[in-house]
């Protein structure tokens, strides 16, 4: 499958939080993308802040690159802008299927699936073979309750949550995807230099 792994941009939010004076690279989408590289399927990583993409640039690409999964990573002041770019990507392909996760989750993911149609999927604490075991059982209902962390929708459409994410394993998790990175580590910027 074709996957865009990105943090959204901080477009409620100007200035300090809105530059990219203080863009890492993101670890838990590095994670995420080496464990669905390894399994053969299409990563490509974006960084809006960083590339400079405002929220119509975000979603041309994925809309002319046909996407198949959105996934998001989200802290709290990206929220609102998870919130844009999921529904404008759901409203513009549809089919597409958007997966949502980060530290934003913790405690109020069943809220959050609740309130906002256009989130198909969360993920609440740790998520590095969410998408992976999604992909491998084919988004099957069937399966949803085995997979840790995640909230999901049951067939009467009622929000179910399976409680905290655990990474069963962490000495088996590949090193971050460092070569998918939109631009060379070098581009991101250090905190106060
Ligand atoms: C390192 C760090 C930073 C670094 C680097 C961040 C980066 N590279 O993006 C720096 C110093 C830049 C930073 C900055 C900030 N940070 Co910070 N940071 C952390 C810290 C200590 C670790 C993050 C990390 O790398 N974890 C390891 C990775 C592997 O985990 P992860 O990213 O959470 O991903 C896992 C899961 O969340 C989940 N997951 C995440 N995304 C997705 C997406 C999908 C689709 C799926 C399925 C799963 C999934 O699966 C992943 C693998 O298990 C956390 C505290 C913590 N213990 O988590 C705070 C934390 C994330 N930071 C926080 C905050 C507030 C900030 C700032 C806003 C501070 C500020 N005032 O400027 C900025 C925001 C910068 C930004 N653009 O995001 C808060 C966020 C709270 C919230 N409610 O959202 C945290 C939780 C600390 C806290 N307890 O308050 N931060």
Same mark, same amino acid.
């Given at each position: =499958? %074709?996957?865009?792994l990105l943090k959204p941009n901080f477009s409620a939010h100007k200035g300090f939080l809105g530059s990219n004076y203080f863009v890492l690279p993101n670890i838990g989408i590095g994670i995420i993308a080496a464990i669905l590289?390894?399994?053969?399927? @299409? +990563?490509?990583? %974006? $960084?809006p802040v960083l590339e400079g993409m405002d929220? @119509?640039?975000?979603?041309?690409?994925?809309? $002319?690159?046909?996407?198949?999964i959105l996934g998001l990573t989200t802290v709290s002041m990206h929220y609102e802008g998870?919130?844009?770019l999921a529904?404008? +990507?759901k409203r513009r392909r549809q089919g597409i299927i958007t997966i949502l996760g980060g530290p934003h #989750?913790?405690?109020?993911? @069943?809220?959050?699936?609740?309130?906002?149609?256009f989130f198909d999927y969360i993920c609440i604490g740790e998520g590095d073979y969410l998408i992976s075991e999604l992909i491998k059982c084919d988004f099957n209902i069937?399966? #949803?309750?085995?997979?840790?962390?995640? +909230?999901?929708?049951?067939?009467?459409? %009622?929000?179910?949550?399976?409680? =905290?994410?655990i990474?069963?394993? =962490?000495?088996?998790?590949?090193?971050?995807?460092y070569d998918n990175y939109p631009l060379p580590l070098s581009a991101y910027t250090p905190c106060c230099e």
């Open positions: =499958m %074709k996957i865009i590289s390894e399994e053969g399927h @299409e +990563v490509i990583i %974006k $960084d929220l @119509e640039d975000t979603v041309s690409f994925i809309v $002319d690159n046909n996407i198949d998870a919130i844009q529904r404008e +990507v #989750f913790q405690g109020i993911g @069943e809220e959050c699936l609740k309130k906002n149609s069937d399966c #949803f309750s085995a997979i840790s962390g995640l +909230v999901y929708r049951d067939a009467s459409g %009622k929000v179910v949550s399976n409680g =905290m994410g990474t069963a394993d =962490m000495d088996k998790l590949p090193l971050p995807d």
